[in-house]
């Protein structure tokens, strides 16, 4: 059972009782006609070989009141486009494909590119960047949902608590951040226990209450890939296409929303999904490239915001992460020890030094290039830079294979 304590600007929404999933589904049946709703599932063509994404569908086709589902895969050939269009085949409602690879799909991003504007590389980023932009040409819906596609323990209460305080015009939030907590026999979560969380306890140490980080701080899971969005204000967010999506949503939501739009939900006492090799000796692969790609995001919007970040200041931020990471693993012991799971603490302590070099990476990079690449841009500024940008890509994704 989870507590019901506020903490931040963020709303939280615990699960204190199990309420049954058909009234919550019954609440967003009575909606939808006046807020058609959307679901997202970014994957690759590895998910179709594991049981999580299998236990997804069967769910999904329990479910009634989502108007499209739009499977986003990206990194994946024409092969493994054919078999996801049998793959999703028993899915009995409306269903889109949309193939990044495609050719017609691949024409019109660098139709973009010709026309200035940076459409990122492949990944889940762009993945979901496509999706939305197919979903607002197509003007069908008021609200898109997002779920990943490795979620071994999904129900479809998940996604029900997700949508539906976005949905309701009473509480009428804008953007729905998923959170729950990742453990098996053992904790998970090791980014965000080991490396976003003290990373951000470092910087208020250093920085005081800067309301970016206490904005950043009051998430229970700032990584978690499930949220909802709403049509406009989604428009309007600039994703990048590498591991910082997750980050860098939420600042696009508080850029355009007040923390009073903008809510958290935990949608399953339990969440297990895929677990990313750790890739100590490679910072190019696995969790060391995501915390890297998390650390350097964070950096360059915080100085977008107006923070300081100095080179002085970057040096006492690896030394006070360092000591918020070690108190981090004692403290992640604890819980564990508590509730009678397996804890690794020389694994623990492995992983704060993979992230501790990350951390280092990261402020090189930023110290580098301070502004980094272009993030990818909002679909209104494509609708602006290209005026026939929504019907283009609709014909593209239309098109499939050919």
Known sequence: MSDFHQSGPVTALPRLLTRPVEEL?????EL?????????????P????RPALARIVDELCQTSYLHTLVVSLNKATLEDYERAVGYFERYPHRKVILWSEAPAVQQFLEDLGRAGLEVGRSGKGRACWLAIGYLLAEEKVDYMAFQDADVANFSREMIA??????LDPIVDFDFVKAYYARFSESLHGRVTRLYVSPLLA??????GEDPYIRYLSSFRYALSGEFAVQRDLVSRMRLPSDWGLEIVSLFEALRHRAPERICQVEIAERYDHKHQDLSGEDPALGLNR???????????T???AGVEISSGRLTSLLAAYQREAEDAVADSYCVAWINGLKYDRHAEEINLQTFVSALRGSIEEFLADPLGPP??????????????????LLAAVARGPE
């Open 202 to 207: 470092a910087f208020r140490r250093l920085i």
């Open 25 to 29: 589904e019954a609440a967003i049946l």
């Open 375 to 392: 993030l990818v841009p909002n679909w209104a500024r494509v609708w602006a830079g290209v005026h026939e940008a929504g019907p283009q």
């Open 161 to 166: 608590r997700l949508v539906l305080p976005a």
């Open 302 to 304: 915080l100085a977008a």
């Open 290 to 300: 995501m915390a890297r790609d998390i650390g350097t995001h964070l950096l360059r």
């Open 32 to 44: 939808v006609p006046k807020f058609p709703v959307a679901l997202v599932i970014p994957m690759v």
């Open 46 to 49: 590895s998910e179709m070989d």
